[in-house]
């Protein structure tokens, strides 16, 4: 890796702005998504440091920041696909090495190529056999459960919002079933209104709850993670 974890890729010298020049066959949109690709200098480092996507300095940032992903835990990543936070979560927990974590990435999709030293399951994490295979397959309760999970976006803010609080609460849900006492859990949410109802509910589960966005989420973009620490059980 050429860069320092937790270091700022937008934070170096001037870079050109690069620009689509041929809009054949692509719409505004898409023209608009594909510059902001090739002018995001995440994208940019990501490729450069091997990872699946740009998200994974997200979590390195937030992981930075809180010390989450300690050596030998184990860690659950809901929705992994393309892998960007299971990396990390390898990275950062030794998964894979004799004395190291137990990382396990669920998602409907396989992770493709698969993520030496993580534990891929293939399904859908609203089962009701979901809880049980992932302890089986961690070996045991788990210290962190990650979510980055988001529904497609349909353009109109209150139906995104919505959908992704029922990927939120969900992925609450499991981590409610999963984790060990003093476990954490991390979820991107966007903001829309629902938050404060949801960030009461973790206060019912965590003795912390801290509401971040990292450098590398978009400035323009809703998005921010609820991060709960001092997983207390499922009391009421």
């Known amino acids: 890796m050429t860069r320092k974890a937790g270091g700022n890729p937008g934070g170096g010298g001037r870079r050109l702005k690069q620009r689509v020049t041929s809009a054949k066959g692509r719409s505004l949109s898409s023209k608009l998504w594909l510059e902001r690709q090739l002018n995001d200098p995440y994208v940019a480092e990501a490729k450069k440091a091997g990872y699946r996507s740009r998200a994974a300095f997200k979590l390195i940032e937030i992981d930075d920041k809180l010390r989450l992903l300690k050596r030998g835990a184990r860690v659950l990543d809901l929705g992994a696909a393309p892998g960007g936070w299971t990396q990390i979560a390898v990275q950062r927990t030794g998964a894979g090495a004799k004395g190291g974590g137990e990382v396990v990435g669920l998602d409907l999709l396989p ?62 849900a499991m981590a409610v079933e999963v984790l060990k006492p003093g476990g954490a859990f991390v979820s991107k949410m966007l903001q829309g209104g629902s938050e ?29 993670f609820f991060v709960g620490t001092g997983f207390g059980g499922g009391r009421g």
């Open 111 to 172: 992770i493709d190529p698969p993520i030496q030293g993580a534990i891929q399951l293939v399904g859908d994490f609203l089962s009701d056999e979901a809880p049980a295979q992932i302890r089986k397959a961690l070996g045991g309760p788990v210290d962190v459960v990650l979510s980055d999970m988001a529904a497609a976006a349909s353009g109109q803010t209150d139906i995104d919002h919505l959908r992704i609080m029922h990927l939120v609460e969900a992925a609450l």
């Open 196 to 224: 404060q109802q949801f960030q009461a509910e973790l206060r019912r589960h965590f003795a912390t709850i801290r509401r971040i966005k990292p450098p590398s989420s978009r400035q323009e973009s809703a998005e921010f």
